[in-house]
């Protein structure tokens, strides 16, 4: 399917499980977007206190360390405006609690285009199945429809905080087994690994993170059939208008 045009989208809301999801799933596309105008924030639903590869940084620490990182990886894709939920990383489920904190940030943030991970399996990359990615994605779809829209879904979200009901136009799924579009990253990749290695508790042990994320890339980009060296980013697109 084909997306809305970029003309058309003021707001964008990325809604992953943790931090640097979106920069691996999406980063270049993003500092496209910002490039051109477009307003991207960012939901990140945990905390991120199961990651880390350094064993002597206490846990209780994690959260603050990965949370400064990812704003620093913003700040490398043009990104400020970042929410993160804190709920528990690894225990991660579409409640309708956390439904309802992801509404919020859409009727605040008003994005006619909201990106998010699949909530399907993906058998092919299982890394990309992380519980709490699927969480994620599961809650964020259903925040979507019907809930963001319906003006008597939770009613006090309007009535105490003022936020009206707000429909999203179409949602990316990243990570998707059958994606149907694709975004030339060519000249933002640098752009993105700047991101990743913002993530320094992520991905300072990995010195060939940047020729893996390069090759998935390359891959992305003959399944569209552009040029050899080229590098994509893939998605499904939703429309939910």
Known sequence: MSPIPDSEVERVLVVTAHPDDLDFGAGGTIASWTANGIEVSYCIATNGDQGGEDPSVPREEMPKIRQREQRDAGAALGVTNITFLNHRDGWLVPTIELRKEIVREIRKVKPQRLVVQSPERNWDRLFA??????????????????????????????????LE???????????????????????????????????????????????????WGERNATLFNLPAGRIAEAFRIVNTA
């Open 129 to 162: 199945s992380h519980p709490d990615h699927m969480a994620a994605g599961e809650a964020a779809i259903q925040a979507v429809y019907p809930d963001a829209r319906n003006a008597f879904a939770f009613e006090d979200l309007l009535k105490v905080e003022g």
């Open 165 to 215: 009901p707000w429909r999203v136009l179409e949602v990316w799924v990243m990570s998707h087994n059958s994606p149907d579009h694709f975004v030339d990253i060519t000249e933002t990749f640098d752009a993105k690994i700047k991101a990743l290695h913002s993530h320094v508790s992520q991905t300072a042990h990995n010195t060939e993170m940047p020729k893996m994320v390069r090759e």
